[in-house]
């Protein structure tokens, strides 16, 4: 129902920035909320941030707030992370959802983009 592509990740050093894309495809226009999430090797999926499609209103996880901001243009229906003063424990691999008005579940999800913190 809804198409998702990530990306914009790749190698950079502590301290740098990485900004990751994800533009939705399809219906569009079921989409209630964006979500980025991560997973390291061995590790649970973690969620990261989200923003409420329509009015904008933006959450974050603790380890995240105040470092990343989650941004969303409608007209591309495209939603951001901006990712600033990365740590090496930032690495994963990055997964933009969408959270449908139908459902509490994110059933949609894109295929992921690598993001690598060097120390």
């Known amino acids: 129902q809804v198409q998702l592509v990530e990306s914009g990740g790749g190698l950079v050093q502590a301290g740098g920035s990485l900004r990751l894309s994800c533009a939705a495809s399809?219906?569009?226009?079921?989409?209630?909320?964006m979500g980025w999430f991560r997973q390291a090797p061995g590790k649970e999926r973690e969620f990261v941030a989200a923003?409420?499609?329509?009015?904008?209103?933006?959450y974050y996880a603790d380890s995240v707030k105040g470092r990343f901001t989650v941004s969303r243009d409608n007209a591309k229906s495209t939603v951001y992370l901006q990712m600033n003063s990365l740590k090496p424990e930032d690495t994963a691999v990055y997964y933009c959802?969408?959270?449908?008005?139908?459902?509490?579940?994110?059933?949609?999800w894109g295929q992921g983009t690598q993001v690598t913190v060097s120390s």
């Open positions: 959802a969408a959270q449908r008005y139908t459902s509490h579940e994110y059933a949609d």
């Open positions: 399809g219906r569009t226009n079921s989409i209630y909320r």
């Open positions: 923003i409420n499609w329509n009015l904008g209103t933006t």
